[in-house]
Protein backbone atom coordinates (compact mmCIF):
# COMPACT_ATOMS: atom_id res chain seq x y z
CA UNK A 1 0.00 0.00 0.00
CA UNK A 2 1.19 3.62 -0.70
CA UNK A 3 2.54 5.43 2.29
CA UNK A 4 1.85 9.15 3.67
CA UNK A 5 4.51 10.89 5.54
CA UNK A 6 2.74 13.94 8.19
CA UNK A 7 4.45 15.74 10.32
CA UNK A 8 3.87 14.70 14.07
CA UNK A 9 2.69 17.47 15.09
CA UNK A 10 1.30 21.59 14.74
CA UNK A 11 0.25 24.28 16.21
CA UNK A 12 -2.57 27.02 15.65
CA UNK A 13 -4.25 30.18 17.12
CA UNK A 14 -8.06 30.19 17.07
CA UNK A 15 -9.25 31.75 13.72
CA UNK A 16 -6.32 31.50 11.77
CA UNK A 17 -6.22 29.13 9.01
CA UNK A 18 -3.73 26.00 9.31
CA UNK A 19 -2.93 23.62 6.75
CA UNK A 20 -1.89 20.66 7.23
CA UNK A 21 0.47 18.55 4.62
CA UNK A 22 0.96 15.73 3.62
CA UNK A 23 3.60 13.72 1.55
CA UNK A 24 2.75 10.56 -1.07
CA UNK A 25 5.16 9.83 -3.15
CA UNK A 26 4.27 6.69 -4.00
CA UNK A 27 1.41 7.55 -5.24
CA UNK A 28 -0.88 5.63 -7.76
CA UNK A 29 -2.89 6.86 -10.32
CA UNK A 30 -6.37 5.43 -8.85
CA UNK A 31 -5.65 6.32 -5.23
CA UNK A 32 -7.82 8.66 -3.81
CA UNK A 33 -5.97 11.03 -0.81
CA UNK A 34 -8.82 10.63 2.62
CA UNK A 35 -8.34 13.20 5.53
CA UNK A 36 -10.01 12.03 8.55
CA UNK A 37 -9.71 14.00 11.81
CA UNK A 38 -9.91 12.27 15.48
CA UNK A 39 -11.24 14.23 18.31
CA UNK A 40 -10.04 12.89 21.63
CA UNK A 41 -11.38 10.08 23.15
CA UNK A 42 -13.65 9.56 19.72
CA UNK A 43 -13.42 7.49 16.58
CA UNK A 44 -12.16 8.73 13.34
CA UNK A 45 -14.57 10.81 11.48
CA UNK A 46 -14.29 12.02 7.68
CA UNK A 47 -13.27 15.63 6.68
CA UNK A 48 -12.56 15.43 3.02
CA UNK A 49 -11.24 13.26 -0.03
CA UNK A 50 -9.80 14.45 -3.60
CA UNK A 51 -8.56 12.47 -6.47
CA UNK A 52 -6.98 15.13 -8.81
CA UNK A 53 -8.87 18.68 -8.20
CA UNK A 54 -8.46 20.62 -5.34
CA UNK A 55 -11.86 20.53 -3.19
CA UNK A 56 -13.66 22.19 -0.62
CA UNK A 57 -16.61 21.10 1.68
CA UNK A 58 -18.12 22.85 4.81
CA UNK A 59 -15.21 21.64 7.25
CA UNK A 60 -12.01 21.91 4.79
CA UNK A 61 -10.08 22.45 1.62
CA UNK A 62 -7.89 20.05 0.14
CA UNK A 63 -5.36 21.20 -2.12
CA UNK A 64 -3.61 18.53 -4.30
CA UNK A 65 -0.10 18.85 -6.09
CA UNK A 66 0.11 18.35 -9.60
CA UNK A 67 1.63 15.55 -9.43
CA UNK A 68 -0.32 14.36 -6.62
CA UNK A 69 2.76 13.52 -4.75
CA UNK A 70 1.40 15.77 -1.79
CA UNK A 71 -1.31 17.53 -0.50
CA UNK A 72 -2.48 19.97 2.16
CA UNK A 73 -5.65 19.83 4.33
CA UNK A 74 -6.82 23.72 4.64
CA UNK A 75 -8.86 25.11 7.74
CA UNK A 76 -9.64 28.29 7.10
CA UNK A 77 -10.36 29.68 10.26
CA UNK A 78 -9.03 26.94 13.61
CA UNK A 79 -11.36 26.60 16.36
CA UNK A 80 -10.85 24.91 19.73
CA UNK A 81 -13.34 21.97 18.19
CA UNK A 82 -10.53 21.58 15.41
CA UNK A 83 -7.90 20.24 17.62
CA UNK A 84 -7.54 16.77 17.41
CA UNK A 85 -5.20 14.19 15.10
CA UNK A 86 -5.72 14.82 11.48
CA UNK A 87 -4.84 11.18 9.27
CA UNK A 88 -3.65 11.68 5.45
CA UNK A 89 -4.80 8.32 4.03
CA UNK A 90 -4.80 6.66 0.22
CA UNK A 91 -7.47 4.35 -0.57
CA UNK A 92 -7.09 2.45 -3.28
CA UNK A 93 -10.41 0.79 -3.76
CA UNK A 94 -10.62 -2.53 -5.77
CA UNK A 95 -9.11 -5.28 -4.54
CA UNK A 96 -8.08 -3.27 -0.83
CA UNK A 97 -11.56 -3.79 -0.13
CA UNK A 98 -12.09 -0.26 1.59
CA UNK A 99 -9.25 -1.35 3.90
CA UNK A 100 -7.45 2.07 5.14
CA UNK A 101 -4.16 1.78 6.19
CA UNK A 102 -3.93 5.27 9.33
CA UNK A 103 -0.30 6.34 10.21
CA UNK A 104 0.25 8.25 13.06
CA UNK A 105 -1.07 11.49 11.84
CA UNK A 106 -0.38 14.94 13.05
CA UNK A 107 -1.64 15.91 16.18
CA UNK A 108 -3.37 19.81 15.49
CA UNK A 109 -3.31 21.97 19.06
CA UNK A 110 -5.29 25.17 18.75
CA UNK A 111 -4.55 27.77 20.90
CA UNK A 112 -7.36 30.50 22.14
CA UNK B 1 -30.33 6.48 12.11
CA UNK B 2 -27.93 5.67 14.95
CA UNK B 3 -24.71 4.64 12.30
CA UNK B 4 -22.21 2.54 13.87
CA UNK B 5 -22.52 1.80 17.16
CA UNK B 6 -20.30 -0.36 19.67
CA UNK B 7 -20.91 -2.38 22.94
CA UNK B 8 -19.26 -2.03 25.66
CA UNK B 9 -17.90 1.39 26.17
CA UNK B 10 -15.76 0.53 28.38
CA UNK B 11 -14.12 -3.12 29.99
CA UNK B 12 -12.13 -4.61 32.26
CA UNK B 13 -10.69 -8.28 31.75
CA UNK B 14 -8.22 -10.67 33.63
CA UNK B 15 -5.36 -12.35 31.86
CA UNK B 16 -7.31 -15.72 30.27
CA UNK B 17 -10.85 -14.12 30.11
CA UNK B 18 -12.74 -14.09 26.96
CA UNK B 19 -15.25 -11.25 25.62
CA UNK B 20 -17.38 -10.08 22.76
CA UNK B 21 -17.16 -6.48 21.22
CA UNK B 22 -20.35 -6.03 19.69
CA UNK B 23 -20.52 -3.66 16.63
CA UNK B 24 -23.66 -2.85 14.64
CA UNK B 25 -24.66 -0.47 11.41
CA UNK B 26 -28.15 0.71 10.37
CA UNK B 27 -26.60 1.75 6.94
CA UNK B 28 -26.61 -1.20 5.28
CA UNK B 29 -23.77 -1.03 4.65
CA UNK B 30 -21.79 -4.11 3.16
CA UNK B 31 -18.24 -3.25 4.36
CA UNK B 32 -16.87 -3.53 8.19
CA UNK B 33 -13.90 -3.68 9.82
CA UNK B 34 -12.47 -3.81 13.49
CA UNK B 35 -9.34 -1.59 13.33
CA UNK B 36 -7.32 -1.06 17.30
CA UNK B 37 -5.69 1.29 18.59
CA UNK B 38 -2.80 1.89 20.67
CA UNK B 39 -1.76 4.45 23.10
CA UNK B 40 -0.39 7.30 20.50
CA UNK B 41 -0.31 5.35 17.64
CA UNK B 42 -2.62 5.44 14.57
CA UNK B 43 -5.08 2.51 14.29
CA UNK B 44 -4.19 -0.95 12.96
CA UNK B 45 -6.69 -3.33 10.60
CA UNK B 46 -7.70 -6.50 12.59
CA UNK B 47 -10.77 -8.30 10.56
CA UNK B 48 -12.49 -7.05 7.91
CA UNK B 49 -15.73 -8.36 6.34
CA UNK B 50 -16.96 -8.00 2.44
CA UNK B 51 -20.59 -9.31 3.32
CA UNK B 52 -22.41 -11.78 5.18
CA UNK B 53 -20.93 -14.66 5.94
CA UNK B 54 -17.28 -13.50 4.32
CA UNK B 55 -14.36 -12.48 6.18
CA UNK B 56 -10.72 -11.94 6.04
CA UNK B 57 -7.31 -11.16 8.55
CA UNK B 58 -5.82 -7.65 8.48
CA UNK B 59 -2.54 -6.28 9.80
CA UNK B 60 -2.86 -7.75 13.29
CA UNK B 61 -5.43 -10.66 13.59
CA UNK B 62 -4.01 -13.05 16.09
CA UNK B 63 -5.48 -13.58 19.33
CA UNK B 64 -9.09 -12.49 17.59
CA UNK B 65 -11.74 -14.13 15.78
CA UNK B 66 -14.49 -12.46 14.06
CA UNK B 67 -18.21 -13.82 12.42
CA UNK B 68 -20.49 -12.24 10.12
CA UNK B 69 -23.90 -13.68 10.20
CA UNK B 70 -25.81 -11.00 9.00
CA UNK B 71 -25.03 -7.46 7.26
CA UNK B 72 -26.01 -5.17 10.50
CA UNK B 73 -23.81 -7.13 12.89
CA UNK B 74 -20.19 -7.78 13.25
CA UNK B 75 -18.35 -9.01 16.82
CA UNK B 76 -15.22 -9.19 17.63
CA UNK B 77 -14.41 -11.51 19.81
CA UNK B 78 -11.11 -12.26 22.21
CA UNK B 79 -10.51 -15.98 23.34
CA UNK B 80 -7.78 -15.62 25.65
CA UNK B 81 -7.11 -12.15 26.97
CA UNK B 82 -3.68 -11.08 27.36
CA UNK B 83 -2.38 -7.77 28.32
CA UNK B 84 -1.01 -6.82 24.60
CA UNK B 85 -4.64 -6.46 24.07
CA UNK B 86 -5.12 -3.59 26.40
CA UNK B 87 -6.41 -0.80 23.68
CA UNK B 88 -9.19 1.12 22.07
CA UNK B 89 -11.55 -0.98 19.27
CA UNK B 90 -12.66 0.79 16.99
CA UNK B 91 -15.64 -0.58 14.29
CA UNK B 92 -15.82 1.26 11.23
CA UNK B 93 -18.31 0.35 7.84
CA UNK B 94 -18.54 1.33 4.22
CA UNK B 95 -21.10 0.90 1.59
CA UNK B 96 -18.89 -0.14 -1.45
CA UNK B 97 -15.15 -0.66 -1.50
CA UNK B 98 -15.16 2.07 -4.01
CA UNK B 99 -12.07 4.89 -3.57
CA UNK B 100 -13.76 7.66 -3.09
CA UNK B 101 -16.25 6.30 -0.04
CA UNK B 102 -15.53 7.05 3.19
CA UNK B 103 -16.00 5.28 6.18
CA UNK B 104 -17.86 5.52 9.55
CA UNK B 105 -16.58 4.86 12.67
CA UNK B 106 -18.52 4.35 15.47
CA UNK B 107 -17.62 6.02 19.14
CA UNK B 108 -14.81 2.85 20.62
CA UNK B 109 -14.60 0.35 22.93
CA UNK B 110 -11.47 0.97 25.79
CA UNK B 111 -9.90 -2.79 27.14
CA UNK B 112 -8.09 -2.88 29.61
CA UNK B 113 -6.32 -6.13 30.30
CA UNK B 114 -4.66 -6.97 33.60
Known amino acids: DAKTTQPNSMESNEEEPVHLPCNHS???????IHWYRQLPSQGPEYVIH???SNVNNRMASLAIAEDRKSSTLILHRATLRDAAVYYC?????????????FGQGTILTVHP | NAGVTQTPKFRILKIGQSMTLQCTQD?????MYWYRQDPGMGLKLIYYSVGAGITDKGEVPNGYNVSRSTTEDFPLRLELAAPSQTSVYFC?????????????FGPGTRLLVL
Open chain 1, 50 to 52: GLT
Open chain 1, 89 to 101: ILNAGGTSYGKLT
Open chain 2, 92 to 104: ASTPRRDPWETQY
Open chain 2, 27 to 31: MNHNY
Open chain 1, 26 to 32: TISGTDY
